[in-house]
């Protein structure tokens, strides 16, 4: 009994060092390696930008001829007036208060 436990604990040990699994090779990396270049990519030094978005003019934002110009065409036929979104919630929020006073 003793000569068992002690043949199937040496066994377990040496196969306790053995491994199925295969040797792990890393795959190359999908992504390059640089930066990416050209005239959409004017500041790649790394550096912070000097203006905040917000204050970065549309047209100096949006690169693209083609692009600033469709941009230029929604821009010209919008048709908004500030007055006309705002001042009739402000009367029915008058109109709604002097109901409830």
């Known amino acids: 009994m003793f000569r068992r436990i002690a043949i199937l604990i040496i ?8 491994t199925m699994a295969p040797s792990f090779g890393r795959p190359e990396s999908p ?5 990416p270049t050209g005239p959409s990519y ?4 790394g550096k912070p930008a000097d203006k905040m978005v917000a204050d970065i003019p549309w ?3 949006f690169v693209d001829p083609q692009l600033q110009q469709l ?3 929604a821009l010209a036929n919008t048709q908004f007036e500030s007055s ?10 008058r109109t709604h208060e002097s109901d409830c006073s």
């Open 11 to 18: 066994a377990s040990a040496c196969l306790a060092g053995c």
């Open 31 to 35: 992504v390059s390696a640089t930066w």
């Open 42 to 45: 004017k500041d790649a030094t």
């Open 59 to 61: 047209q100096e934002f």
């Open 71 to 73: 941009i230029g065409l």
């Open 84 to 93: 006309v979104g705002c001042e009739p919630s402000h009367a029915t929020r």
